[in-house]
Structure formats: C-alpha cells, structure tokens
C-alpha cells in the first residue's frame, strides 16, 4: 500500500505536467486542427529560460517565481514568432502542409538551442530549491504514512491553479467567447465582428504560456536539461491530449492525469523499461473502444 500511494502521487505530479504540456495541443488543434509538434520544444526553451534567471536571481521562492514569469513570458513572444512566420501563411493550405512545417518548427528550435553559445547540446543540472524532494506533508491512512514533498504539491498546485485560470479565461471572458467562436465556425467568426487571427494568436500564446510554466515545473521535479528534452514530454502530453479527446480542454486535464498515473504505476508494479508502451496500449485500448477519447466529440460532416 505504501508504494501504491506514494506512486498514486508521483503519478498525479508527473500527469499535472502532462496535463498543462497538452492543454496547447488541444486548444490548438480545436480552433486550426493543426498537431503543432513544436509545442514541446517551446516547453524545452520555458525550461532554459528558467533555468538562466535562477541561475542569476538564485533558487528562493521570489527566484522560482520569477523564472516562471520569464518562461511564461519568453514562451508566448516565441509563439508569436511561430504562428505568424510559420503557420499563419499555411492556414488555407492542405493540412501535410502545416503538419511538416511543425516538424520542421521542432527541429529547428533544437538545432538552434544546440549551437547557441550559452545553451550547447550538453545536459546541464537544473538549480532547485534546497529543499527541494524534502518532505512537506506527512499523511496517515490506517496501513501506515505517505510523504509528499515540497516540490510534488509545488507541481501539483501551480498545474491546479493554471487549469483553473485557463477554464475562466475560456468560460467566462470575452477572448474565451472569441476563440470557442472560431473554433465552432470561423467564417461565420468572422462576419460576427471576431478578429480571426488575433484569436488563434492568443490561443497560440496561452497555450505556450501554459508550456513554459510546465517547463520549468518539468525541469524542477526531473532537474536535468538540454535541448532535446522538450521531445518526449511533449509527445506524451499529445498522447495525453488524444487520450482525453483532441480539441477538448477537460479531456486533456482528465488524458494527462490518467497517463502520469499509469506510467508510474507501470514503472512501479511491471518495469520502467515498459512504461512507454503500456501507456500507449492505454491509449489504443480506449481508442478501440471510444475513437473520439474519453471526451471527445463526434462530429458529423455534411457531404
């Protein structure tokens, strides 16, 4: 039991990061249908840039909070570039198109990391706070105690709150009206009034805001970083994002958790070298079963 639990929290921190890393994936998809596979790179540069104001404001928590405010900051101009350099002049082109332009997005942010001066191709230890993996909080339950510490309920807290602030914002603001617009018809948007590229700009901005902040949670429970670290967080914060339902903002809060469960628990109870593929048998299962995931829509189209 003691290991069931202290994996069960393991898995929650590990599948909050998944959960914010996929909330661009789907938002994106939602309004463009575009995979934008370069989504866990911008996730790797949140990290470094993290990784460059600790570095020099130390690890305090005015420090942290700081590297997540310049992460969050750096990530969103480095979206802007993206979409209007990269994928604003492919929107009326066939999708391949923009898919492999978003390869090529992700390649090129890892190549340029690996020649930049300062940054380099080799991994670098990431600075946490000294307490970091101390114990917090101690909890009983009748079979015995399970730890949980600082920086697991710092990851699970910051993911919580973020999520929160993202459903408000889509729920309950004018933007959030805009971008549900667009993403239902964005012609019909259009002849509302509704500026169609501003919007995808911003959910293209939130979306790599939310990346950065998982950026530098990601680096600070795993502290090692370099430039192609963006890759498999990313890919599983997809699977996550297809798990829940693409183009749905519960279903990837609901795909990450499940995914950062079951990886744990596989790494625990069977072998961290199978981890990866029990999670994506976890996927295709539920696929078989629900295609759209698990709350996902279907959408019916009118030939």
Known sequence: MDI?????????SLGSIYALISLGYTMVYGIVKLINFAHGDV??????????????????PFGLSCAFAAAMLVCACLSIVIERCAYRPLRNSPRLNSLITAIAVELILQNLMRVLPFVGPDPRPYPVMPSANHTLVTAAYPGGLVS???????VIVAS??????????INYTKTGKAMRAVSYDMGAASLMGISVNNTIAITFVIGSVLAGAGGVLYASAYPQIDPTMGYIPGLKAFVAAVLGGIGSVPGAMVGGVILGIAETMAKAYVSSQYADAISYCI?????????TGLLGKKHVVKV
């Open 43 to 60: 996730m790797m540069v949140g990290a470094y840039t993290g990784y460059f104001v600790l570095r020099s404001m130390g690890t305090t």
């Open 148 to 154: 949980i510490s600082d920086i697991q309920i710092l």
């Open 4 to 12: 069931f639990l202290k994996q069960l929290v393991n898995g929650l």
């Open 283 to 291: 996927l295709i299962a539920i696929l078989l079963v629900k295609p």
């Open 160 to 169: 919580v709150v973020l999520m929160l602030l993202l459903n408000l914002l």
